[in-house]
């Protein structure tokens, strides 16, 4: 969880595994999409940043972070080591929010449940849009980059297990 004080950009780069045998998929929510593009574009960096040949990253949009499942399920047949979902929904007036929420959470634990290829979990669920600027690349740092660490770390346990 993020507070004031933690940066969701550091990380210790001698801590990383070498990334540059892996294969990453990225599936990204068309909606909100000035947060979930500052998201990509951390997770993406970070990626590179770590060894991983721009090659070997698969990028699909969806329509919105609901569809992310459905999305991340077709990326983990395309032989990749890992998969990061991102998305942003942000609270409104109606109880939307909480089924998207719950429905995004379970359907993406489910498939890190069901199928091999383990799949990141990048989705803000913020009570306004100053919290999601503040998490995809404001103040806070990049959630991004958070998920392309723990991405590369569950493709070295998935290969390693």
Known sequence: MAT????????????????SNYRFGIVVSEWNDTITD???KGAYHTLIENGVDPE????????????????????????????????????GETKHFDFVCEGVTQGIKDLNVIHDVPVIFCVLTDNNIQQSIDRSGGI????GTEAAIAAIKMAELRSNA
């Open 4 to 19: 004031a004080n933690k940066n969701l950009s550091d990380y210790d780069k001698t801590t990383i595994p070498d990334a």
């Open 38 to 40: 500052g998201l990509f």
């Open 56 to 91: 070997n990253i698969k990028h699909w949009n969806v329509p919105g972070s609901f569809e992310l499942i459905y999305g991340c399920k077709k990326m983990q047949e395309q032989m990749v080591d890992a998969v990061i979902a991102i998305g942003s929904v942000i609270q």
């Open 140 to 143: 806070h740092g990049n959630k």
